[in-house]
C-alpha cells in the first residue's frame, strides 16, 4: 500500500510538471509565431533570396518546436491527460508549407534562368 501511494504523489508531481511545461510551451510557441510573422519568410518584401534563407532558418527552429509538442503530448497521454492542442502550431504549419511552395518555385526559376542565360546555352540558340 505504501509503494502505491508513492507512486501516485510521484505521479501527480510529474502531472504538474507537464502542466507547467504546456503553458511554458504555449508561450514560447507564441513568442516564437510573432518572430516569425515579423521576421520570417514572409517579412522580407520583394527580397526573395534573403526569403530562402528566413525559411530555411525557421523551418529549422519549427521542427525543434514539432518535437517539443510531440514530448509533451507523450507526456499528456502517459499522465492521463487531455492532448494540448496548439492553434499557432497548426498556423505555423500551414504557413511553413505555403512559404515552402513559393520559395521551392523561386529557387526553381532562378536556377533555369541562370542555366539558360549560361553562354553555351546562347550559342546553341544563335
Request: proline fraction near 3%.
Amino acid at each position: 500500500f505504501q509503494v502505491n501511494q508513492s507512486l501516485v504523489s510521484v505521479k501527480k508531481k510529474f502531472t504538474e510538471i507537464t502542466l507547467t511545461q504546456v503553458e511554458k510551451f504555449k508561450e514560447d510557441l507564441s513568442e516564437f509565431r510573432e518572430k516569425f510573422l515579423l521576421e520570417g519568410p514572409g517579412a522580407v518584401g520583394y527580397d526573395l533570396d534573403k526569403g530562402i534563407t528566413q525559411q530555411k532558418i525557421f523551418k529549422e527552429l519549427f521542427e525543434k518546436y514539432q518535437n517539443e509538442r510531440q514530448e509533451l503530448a507523450n507526456a499528456e497521454k502517459l499522465f492521463g491527460l487531455p492532448i494540448s492542442m496548439y492553434p499557432d502550431m497548426i498556423s505555423l504549419e500551414a504557413d511553413m508549407q505555403g512559404y515552402d511552395m513559393i520559395y521551392s518555385l523561386y529557387a526553381d526559376q532562378k536556377k533555369g534562368q541562370e542555366e539558360w542565360s549560361h553562354p553555351a546555352v546562347m550559342a546553341t540558340l544563335r
